[in-house]
Nanobody, 124 residues
Framework: QVQLVESGGGLVQAGGSLSLSCAASGRTISSLTMGWFRQAPGKEREFVATMSWGVGNTYYADSVKGRFTISRDNAKNAVYLQMNSLKPEDTAVYYC?????????????????WGQGTQVTVSS
């Protein structure tokens, strides 16, 4: 079992920055593919960013490319999402997820474990 706990959400003005953290336990994240997803009110959960196990290849949704950065700290067993140049449309609950394999890492179904989510609100 892998437990994931997100933190770092909050309220920020458009153009601002936030950094989300996801603390993992039960397995070292270097052996997991990690992802961030988000769900805005009335919408389905969508992919944001992912980092593969091992060498840590990253991939981003087009909507956040160039503004968000996923990273990990193996010593702290944590993954992060640095969000810059935030827009009101980035408002959502952000979820951290972990997968044993990376075969379907852009989809929800590709992940085995999920955190409880953290709210990010961007005001205009």
């Amino acid at each position: 079992q892998v437990q994931l706990v997100e933190s770092g959400g909050g309220l920020v003005q458009a153009g601002g920055s936030l950094s989300l953290s996801c603390a993992a336990s039960g397995r070292t994240i270097s052996s997991l593919t990690m992802g961030w997803f988000r769900q805005a009110p009335g919408k389905e959960r969508e992919f944001v960013a992912t980092m593969s196990w091992g060498v840590g290849n990253t991939y981003y949704a087009d909507s956040v490319k160039g503004r968000f950065t996923i990273s990990r700290d193996n010593a702290k067993n944590a993954v992060y999402l640095q969000m810059n140049s935030l827009k009101p449309e980035d408002t959502a609950v952000y979820y951290c997820a972990a997968a044993w394999v990376a075969t379907d890492r852009l989809q929800e179904r590709g992940y085995n474990y999920w955190g409880q989510g953290t709210q990010v609100t961007v005001s205009s």
